[in-house]
């Protein structure tokens, strides 16, 4: 890693059902050592960029490109101006009501990828584009849909098909469910948030659970075959641990160093601080507080002038 060059990386993004915006913030990191970051940063560090694309795929092919073949995934257009596209505006509504926002989104940015927190990404690739083939990627990053949502056909053999490559797979938090519906955590260590495990362990019998590490890095031979590495996570923001991890370890030096620095990430270790039944009474006491505060919802403090 990377296989394109050793001053260039491919990373593909699979967003799948809405996505947590938390889980994708590691990619982030990917995109702070690209040439365009790093020429920032003092002295020779800025010399020190790579090559970085980065491809959003929000499609399971079932939308893809009447022609495949023809497309250019490097050429991108932006979607159209909401504001450039007519709607009509009765009486009962004037152009900067929200839900005539909505209905121009709708009509425009059929590219958007719902996220958490009422964000949007723009997700201009398909599991069937060209760009994002095995072979053409270094890094497939799988951030946490909603538990338990199943994938189509087509995402999974996407996410199967990599892995049989022998891509590195980035899995974050809830992303586990995706990975383990694909097949390819089966027979190899794997890290998932915590609360999720009994579920997990019940369903996907043949995953090797780890409870105990925020993230597990498997490189593993499975069935005799050997697949590419794979890198799971525990909740949400262990991503952005394990990716520094992973940074560091794949790119090690003066830049990943100064990367995982200026973005305070990488220094909470491998290991939990707690143990599984810790974190569960943890749990149980916020439970418990809940109810003793019944239905009175918390309220932000407004400045009154």
Known sequence: M????????????????????????GIDLFGMLSKEYMENLPGQLSALGLDVQIYYIGKDGSEALPDASKEQPDV??????????????????????????????????????GLTAQAYIKAEYSVTSPSVQPGQLDIVMIPGPEP??????????????HAKYGTTILVVCTG???????????GRKASAPRALLPQLRKEFSLVKWDDQRRFVKDSSTVSGQSEGELWTSGGICNGLEMIAAFIKE????????????????????????SSVGVDNAWWLGQILRALFLGKRSPQLKRRED
């Open 76 to 113: 991108k257009a932006d979607p159209p101006n909401p504001a450039t596209i007519p709607v009509e505006v009765t009486n009962s509504t004037t152009a900067s009501t929200p839900v005539l926002r909505q209905v121009q989104a709708e009509q425009t940015n059929n590219n958007l990828r």
């Open 176 to 186: 586990c469910y995706v990975a383990a519906q694909a097949g390819i955590l089966d």
């Open 2 to 25: 990377p296989k394109s060059s050793p001053s260039g990386l491919r990373i593909a993004v699979l967003l799948t059902f809405e996505t947590q915006v938390l889980d994708m913030a």
């Open 148 to 161: 338990g949502q199943q994938q189509s056909k087509q995402t999974l053999d996407f996410v199967r098909q």
């Open 250 to 273: 794949k790119i090690p030096g003066p830049m990943s160093e100064a990367i995982c620095a200026m973005a305070d990430v990488g220094d909470k270790g491998e290991y939990y601080n």
